[in-house]
T-cell receptor, first 110, second 114 residues
Framework: AQRVTQPEKLLSVFKGAPVELKCNYSYSGSPELFWYVQYSRQRLQLLLRHISRESIKGFTADLNKGETSFHLKKPFAQEEDSAMYYCALKEDTGRRALTFGSGTRLQVQP | DTGVSQDPRHKITKRGQNVTFRCDPISEHNRLYWYRQTLGQGPEFLTYFQNEAQLEKSRLLSDRFSAERPKGSFSTLEIQRTEQGDSAMYLC????????????FGPGTRLTVT
């Protein structure tokens, strides 16, 4: 069965420091990978997806099939980046379900 | 507010009681999903509808759980004979029909079973 692992429950950095939120997955096919974010008192929302190859709010993520990873990176963290971040996977089988990791709380200190 | 809405936002019930939650998706979205999230975990998929058809159900969805989307618009999730282990945040999401369209999440219904 597919699995998404986010090894860090909490990542604390200072403003201006680089950020890397780790995400590893186990799945034998060619999945679609996503990062979702939940700011305080807001609903879960899509941040970015690997097929779009976009940079959103300065964040990027590259799918590494060899290492089965999809780490989220930002060169200079801002205080408004503080939130809960979830990595999610969608199978290539036509199933619509997303499989989420357990999340990483990013805390950006001033 | 044109986003996904859920009602109620909070529900406290006693073990053994039945509860029903409602989800109203974004109006033009034909796909609707239910997830459950417990403390410290990410959302776990429960079930998925395309229009009124329930097309996917997780093994997590025991026979005490039933979901409907009778007219392909709003959906209800009912839990019968609630157990303390059912305490969680129940999230609803909706999306357009095309494969690349993202899932938009509602604010969730927090269920506490005492």
């Amino acid at each position: 069965a597919q699995r998404v692992t986010q090894p860090e429950k909490l990542l604390s950095v200072f403003k201006g420091a680089p950020v890397e939120l780790k995400c590893n997955y186990s799945y034998s096919g060619s999945p679609e990978l996503f990062w979702y974010v939940q700011y305080s008192r807001q609903r879960l929302q899509l941040l970015l997806r690997h097929i779009s190859r976009e940079s959103i709010k300065g964040f990027t993520a590259d799918l590494n099939k060899g290492e089965t990873s999809f780490h989220l990176k930002k060169p200079f963290a801002q205080e408004e980046d503080s939130a809960m971040y979830y990595c999610a996977l969608k199978e290539d089988t036509g199933r619509r379900a997303l499989t989420f990791g357990s999340g990483t709380r990013l805390q950006v200190q001033p | 507010d044109t986003g996904v809405s859920q009602d109620p936002r909070h529900k406290i019930t006693k073990r053994g009681q039945n509860v029903t939650f409602r989800c109203d998706p974004i109006s033009e979205h034909n796909r609707l999903y239910w997830y459950r999230q417990t403390l410290g975990q990410g959302p776990e998929f429960l079930t998925y509808f395309q229009n009124e058809a329930q097309l996917e159900k997780s093994r997590l969805l025991s026979d005490r759980f039933s979901a409907e989307r009778p007219k392909g618009s709003f959906s209800t999730l009912e839990i019968q004979r609630t157990e303390q282990g059912d305490s969680a945040m129940y999230l609803c999401a909706s999306s357009l029909g095309a494969a690349l369209h993202e899932q938009y999440f509602g604010p969730g219904t927090r269920l506490t079973v005492t």
